[in-house]
């Protein structure tokens, strides 16, 4: 039986305070994010596609569109998709994978899962009729809605996938983007969207001798099934009788340890620091009570959702998880009205809560006291699971808590900690991707704007846009990012109001003859100072967070400054988005 603490007994802040810095401190390196490696050069093989058709041989694609969509994730298909609706004319999709789905097309771990409620996730569910069969959809359920929504709005026809675009450069005359692919494709397009996503560059830890073991060894991302057998429903049948080391306990390690626990003969889990776990909660969707939703229900119940986490409580929570939870009791209590130490009284409670959980499920008392986290809620992306706590409970699985400081090295045989060497069969390498860093880098694109400026030149001082999209000197180029971009937990819901205004002002621009559209300086200007100045407190708060790729591992790069969302929060940042949309596009850019 779980016994939580009474919500009115007191906490020693200062104490906890005190616990929180000093397990920020044992996390810290000087190398920050460049403690990690990219899948390239001698780690290329951890980057092959291991679902699509190998050796694909085509003929070079040479065409003119008037808009072309890089990536074909949510994101991408989003923006193709209201471009469709517009009615706007010639639409090509450029996608690395061999069909669309992103992150849900890579992504194919055993145990994937979304975190955030398939009936806010899942974009135009009232559209295409599509019912999710569990409150939180599995990954391949949610790979299959991508390829229906491509499908429904007829994107196959000119998708060209298994392509990387290599360069986009600026033709001032023609007034058109010129793109190159790895493939010997050319294609003149009129605009062109950058949705390459937010977990696109999958990384590795640079742990010495990462590239000497003998063993198979693979990137989350790159699941080897030819290896352990099985699908992500479980049934690892490749695992029996070996011995798999997982590193990295993020969100993807929460998902993927249970089922190869199940199957492994051992498991030992390489922890440096632990994560949040709160319940999930999933169960079947009543799809009598999902058939009986009004017209316009997803939006409002999406609207709904990001109004709670964003710390603005309303009179019902529609969604009523484990994240809407965290304000929920301090709203009631305060009327709805929050002060800032309410809301921080709330966040304390919710850690402490989820520290208590740990205790009420993990038998072992030492193991239980390493899984605890000690940092404040929003400093790492909270973990939901109803059995990943359960699974240090077998006898087969042994944590192995590195104190913060990470796997020493890796041998021919095996992983080394603490100076012992633990040999296994297997390494698996849960270490998530770039976030918020070089965007050249993690989409691997070459842009060049008008006069020949690079991307990389025009940001070298960090990124300049006008809300998150567009940026000087790069006509009728969009880039679909969080970067000095309103975000909700939700995702989606960023990505569907940039689409929907990223459609808007494409067709404005197509109907009405205009040929080009950037920011002015001045409104460029505007926006970067305005989310410096928003972002003040923001970045105060990660400063003091325990290392993550929400801060740059503890130290933000000087060229990383600017690279943060918008600090007025999503709310107010798709405010922004209507009211240019319905104001006609009439201030803020230069049309020619």
């Not at 009936?119 to 009232?126: D, W």
């Not at 990954?139 to 000119?158: H, M, N, P």
């Not at 560059?201 to 000497?212: A, D, M, N, V």
């Not at 009986?292 to 529609?318: H, I, K, Y």
Request: charged share 25%; hydrophobic share 35%; glycine share 10%.
């Amino acid at each position: 039986m779980t016994t939580e603490r009474d919500p009115n007994s007191d906490i020693d802040i200062e104490a906890l305070a005190r616990r929180y810095a000093e397990e920020r401190e044992k996390r810290l390196r000087g190398d920050a994010v460049s403690q990690y490696q990219h899948l390239e050069g001698k780690f290329a093989t951890f980057d092959a596609d291991p679902n699509a058709v190998p050796d694909l041989v085509r003929d070079a694609v040479i065409r003119e569109v008037d808009v072309l969509v890089i990536g074909g994730g949510y994101g991408g298909l989003l923006t193709a998709i209201q471009l469709r609706k517009r009615g706007v004319g010639t639409i090509s999709i450029i996608e690395k994978g061999a069909d669309f789905g992103g992150t849900w097309y890579w992504n194919r771990y055993p145990g994937i899962r979304c975190d955030v409620e398939s009936y806010i996730y899942l974009p135009l569910l009232e559209e295409t009729g599509f019912v999710p069969s569990e409150r939180y959809a599995r990954g391949e359920e949610i790979y299959t809605q991508c390829r229906l929504l491509a499908e429904k709005f007829d994107l196959y026809r000119d998708a060209l996938f298994q392509t990387l675009a290599e360069s986009l450069i600026w033709d001032e005359k023609n007034r058109r983007w010129t793109v190159t692919t790895n493939r010997g494709d050319r294609i003149e397009a009129r605009f062109v969207v950058s949705a390459t996503g937010l977990y696109s560059s999958p990384k590795l830890p640079g742990i010495p001798g990462i590239e000497t073991f003998e063993g198979p060894s693979f990137h989350t991302s790159r699941w080897d099934y030819g290896f352990t057998g099985g699908s992500a429903d479980g049934d690892l049948v490749g695992l029996h009788g070996k011995t798999v080391g997982i590193i990295g306990t993020g969100s993807t390690g929460i998902q993927c340890v249970p089922p190869v626990a199940r199957a492994a003969a051992h498991l030992y889990l390489f922890q440096r620091t632990p994560a949040s776990v709160d319940v999930r909660g999933n169960r079947p969707t009543d799809v009598e009570w999902y058939r009986a939703q009004p017209p316009g229900w997803q939006r409002e119940r999406m609207m709904n959702f990001t109004q709670w986490t964003s710390g603005l409580p309303q009179a019902v929570d529609m969604v009523s998880d484990s994240m809407t939870d965290l304000f929920r009791e301090k709203a009631v209590s305060s009327g709805m009205e929050m002060t800032p130490e309410q809301r921080e009284a709330a966040e304390i409670l919710k850690m402490e809560r989820v520290r208590q959980r740990i205790d009420s499920i993990v038998e072992n008392k030492e193991t239980a006291a390493a899984l605890k986290p000690y940092f404040h809620y929003f400093c790492k992306r909270p973990g939901f699971s109803d059995n990943y706590l359960q699974v240090f409970n077998r006898s087969n699985v042994t944590l192995v808590d590195t104190a913060g400081q990470g796997v020493e090295k890796v041998t021919p045989r095996g992983l080394v900690v603490g100076g012992r060497e633990y040999a296994l069969d297997c390494i698996i390498y849960a270490t998530g991707f770039d976030f918020m860093t070089s965007y050249t880098r993690e989409s691997g694109l070459t842009v060049k704007g008008r006069g020949g400026v690079s991307l990389d030149e025009r940001w070298k001082d960090g990124v300049h846009t006008l809300f998150g999209m567009q940026t000087r000197g790069f006509p009728n180029f969009f880039v679909l990012t969080i970067v000095q971009a309103g975000t909700s937990i939700n995702y989606l819901h960023t990505a569907d109001a940039q689409s929907i205004y990223m459609a808007d002002l494409i067709a404005h621009c197509m109907s009405n003859g205009i040929e080009t559209v950037e920011p002015t300086q001045e409104a460029e200007q505007q926006w970067v100072d305005l989310c410096v100045s928003l972002s003040a407190d923001r970045h105060a708060f990660f400063e003091k967070c325990t290392p993550s790729y929400f801060n740059f591992e503890g130290k933000r790069p000087r060229e990383f400054e600017l690279n943060s969302p918008f600090g007025g929060g999503p709310l107010a940042y798709f405010e922004y988005l209507e009211q240019m949309s319905a104001n006609g596009f009439a201030e803020k850019l230069e049309f020619h």
